[in-house]
Structures are given as C-alpha cells and as structure tokens.
C-alpha cells in the first residue's frame, strides 16, 4: 500500500480560558489566559475553594474570501467625481 497524501489546509486555532474562585469571586472570572487553569486548581489545593474554568476552543478552516464586488474607494470617488462636473 502506497502512503496517502492529505491536502494542505490553513488552520487556525484559538483557546480562550477563564477562571474563577466560587468563594472569593462567585461566577465572575478572576483568571485568564493560559495559566487560569493551573491557577485555578493550584488555588482549590490550597484553599479547599471550590474553583472553576470554562475553556472555549476555536478551529478555523481555510480563509474568509474577500468581497468581489467591492470595489477600491478610491477609485470609486475618482470616477463619480468625473461625471458631475460641467
């Protein structure tokens, strides 16, 4: 059997992390980023707080085309100034 090739894709991917303590900032996020997590957890082993992370994971697919009917402004402006004047 022959090696299967597998087309080329642009991927993007983000992860948006929050994190909080119920005890001393109730459901408002108090930790951010990468290390809300880590935070989070080294925070309830210290305290015995029950502590929470919400983690949102985005995966993005190739590239948002371009609008092929918009057209340069300044070209636009240009061409319909032309058409008014005497």
């Known amino acids: 059997m022959g090696?299967?090739?597998f087309a080329t894709r642009e991927t993007f991917t983000s992860r948006d992390v929050r994190g909080g303590c119920f005890i001393c900032h109730?459901?408002?996020?108090?930790?951010?980023?990468?290390?809300?997590?880590?935070?989070?957890a080294r925070h309830h082993d210290a305290t015995g707080h029950p502590t929470w992370t919400d983690i949102n994971l985005s995966v993005r697919y190739g590239r948002e085309e371009g609008d092929g009917r918009q057209l340069d402004?300044?070209?636009a402006i240009a061409?319909?100034?032309?058409?008014?004047?005497?």
């Open 3 to 5: 090696k299967m090739a």
């Open 26 to 40: 109730g459901s408002q996020a108090h930790w951010w980023g990468g290390q809300a997590q880590g935070t989070a």
């Open 73 to 75: 402004i300044e070209t």
């Open 79 to 86: 061409g319909a100034g032309h058409a008014n004047q005497p």
